[in-house]
């Protein structure tokens, strides 16, 4: 089955993306993570992303695409896909379809992850992310000294905050997300694929568990 998860930044996207591959196997895509790989990599597409990420601004498609052509080519699609954070808009949409249909795949479903603002901005200046694995976590609750000793628990990775994810650029990654990204819930909604789960249980197993359930 191949799924797109839908949802505003902080909606829980990567962390619902780390369960599903854990259950099913799936192969989880996250555009995000790829970006951030090729801006410390410095390479082509990493160095013409960075700015556009930095402000919270959608990177140009064509970047975006080159990327996902590439990944799509050298991976194996076979156990299914989870597509995180693309596509971002109906053009990388429609990009999306055309793609897989050359590979004799269509997306199955995509799920939007409906989380209140509130609870994104709240989560976003929280979020820590493993500088080794990519595991996603939360400093949410800590003292200053426990979340300055937070390490990864799945790898005792380091935990670090990612440069956008900060009150300055949180807001406009929300404003993007509703002119850009939420047509996609209208694109999906007319080829009956679309699925909604509430995002806001603090608890992410909870929110995996409506998930499932809507895969079912
Ligand atoms: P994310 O990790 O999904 O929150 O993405 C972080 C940043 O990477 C976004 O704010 C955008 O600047 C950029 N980005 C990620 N995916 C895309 C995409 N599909 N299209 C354009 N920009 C993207």
Do not use: W
Not at 55 to 75: R, W
Not at 158 to 184: F, H
């Amino acid at each position: 089955m191949n799924i797109v998860l839908l949802g505003g930044p902080g909606a829980g996207k990567g962390t619902q993306s780390e369960f599903l591959t854990a259950e099913f196997g799936m192969l989880h895509i996250s555009t995000g993570d790829l970006l951030r790989e090729a801006v410390a990599n410095q390479t082509e597409a990493g160095v013409k992303a960075k700015s556009f990420m930095d402000a919270g601004e959608l990177v140009p498609d064509e970047v975006i695409l080159g990327i996902m052509q590439e990944k799509f080519e050298t991976s194996d699609l076979s156990n299914g896909l989870i597509l995180d954070g693309f596509p971002r808009n109906t053009e990388q949409a429609i990009a999306l379809d055309k793609m897989l249909d050359c590979l004799g795949a269509q997306i199955d479903k995509a799920i939007l992850i409906d989380t209140p603002n509130d609870i994104i901005i709240q989560r976003i200046c929280s979020r820590r992310m493993c500088k080794s694995c990519g595991h996603i976590g939360s400093v949410l609750g800590m003292n200053a000294e426990d979340a300055a000793a937070y390490v990864c628990p799945d790898c005792g990775g380091e935990m670090y905050q990612r440069d956008d994810d900060n009150e300055a650029t949180v807001q406009n990654r929300i404003d993007v997300y509703m002119e850009k990204t939420a047509p996609l819930i209208d694109y999906y909604s007319k080829q009956n694929k679309l699925a909604k789960v509430d995002g806001s249980p603090s608890v992410p197993k909870e929110v995996f568990e409506n998930l499932k359930a809507v895969l079912e």
